[in-house]
């Protein structure tokens, strides 16, 4: 069963809740182990208890703290706190590029502990930084990223085919990386994201130091990967950008989930109605309690 990110928020909703322990408590063994199976297929990524703590100057300090969501096919989740939060630790925990002190995520039903490198391979990623090998061309460069993740040869031509007429770099494909400009650059990375057909992307930033038709050849792109029904993360500080792009919202501070919903629950649960006032509740009381709003 998919979801196309906008139907169905109960089931979704409800979903979620097996991520959260206390939410099921007085629920039997055997209805839990039935719900988990019949909810399973809503879920292409799941985040279970991430903790992540670091050392600087003799003092501990938790940057990411029993941290616990879920995402759906098709729908665009939003990461979203101030620098500082949590984010970007989050996403490398789930990339696999640091190790969490605990908890774990599933990326398609695998566990990202028990089976990394399958786990790696259904994940999609593009950051701020474009990361183009200047002396390859577009065509090159991108054929080569889809030979790393397995992708078969002729696959990857059509993919490709398909993923520069979406993106509108038919143009650039047989020109050296290093001569493009950067919205170019940018356009080119986002196909790179999706070369291997990912069911699951994180987006850290994508929207960071791009002029207005960059940042919406950014939305573009996220319509089109809720429109194929991947499961997306954008890890931003831009909340107004954020009210745009994401159906559902979870807001970070100092490494813990402070709200989680839609925006209409996150307004009755805040009584704000944008994020903007929500996050200066929250750095202004900072004891908050935690909320899920349902």
């Not at 996403?91 to 605990?102: F, H, K, N």
């Not at 207005?212 to 909340?239: D, M, N, P």
Request: hydrophobic share 40%; glycine share 8%.
């Amino acid at each position: 069963m998919s979801c196309n990110g906008y139907a169905d928020w109960n089931r979704i909703r409800t979903a979620v809740a097996i991520l959260s322990p206390r939410r099921c408590v007085g629920w039997g063994s055997s209805a839990l182990r039935q719900f988990r199976a019949t909810t399973e297929n809503l879920l292409m990524l799941q985040i279970h208890g991430l903790t992540k703590r670091f050392v600087a100057e003799n003092e501990t300090v938790c940057a990411v703290d029993d941290l616990s969501f879920a995402v759906a096919p098709g729908e665009v989740f939003g990461l979203l706190g101030p620098n500082g939060a949590g984010k970007t630790t989050t996403l490398r925990m789930v990339l696999g590029l640091i190790a969490p002190d605990s908890g774990d995520a599933e990326v398609a039903g695998i566990p990202t502990s028990t089976d990394p490198f399958t786990a790696k391979a259904k994940l999609g990623f593009v950051s701020a930084s474009d990361g183009v090998y200047p002396w390859l061309s577009v065509r090159e460069m991108l054929l080569y990223f889809a030979d790393l993740y397995g992708v078969d040869p002729n696959h990857a031509s059509e993919r490709l085919r398909t993923l520069a007429e979406v993106m509108d770099i038919q143009g650039l494909l047989d020109r050296r990386a290093g001569t493009l400009s950067t919205g170019q650059r940018q356009r080119v990375t986002l196909v790179r994201g999706l070369i291997h057909d990912p069911p699951v992307m994180l987006l850290d930033e994508p929207t960071r130091g791009l002029d207005v038709v960059g940042v919406q050849t950014i939305f573009r792109y996220i319509s089109h990967l809720r429109q194929e029904g991947k499961a997306v993360v954008v890890c931003t500080h831009r909340l107004d950008e954020a009210e745009r792009l994401c159906d559902r919202f979870g807001l970070l501070h100092r490494g813990r989930m402070q709200y989680e919903g839609n925006l209409s629950e996150l307004r009755r649960v805040t009584g704000r109605n944008h994020l903007v006032e929500m996050f200066d509740d929250l750095m202004n009381h900072s004891s908050s309690p935690i909320e899920t709003a349902t």
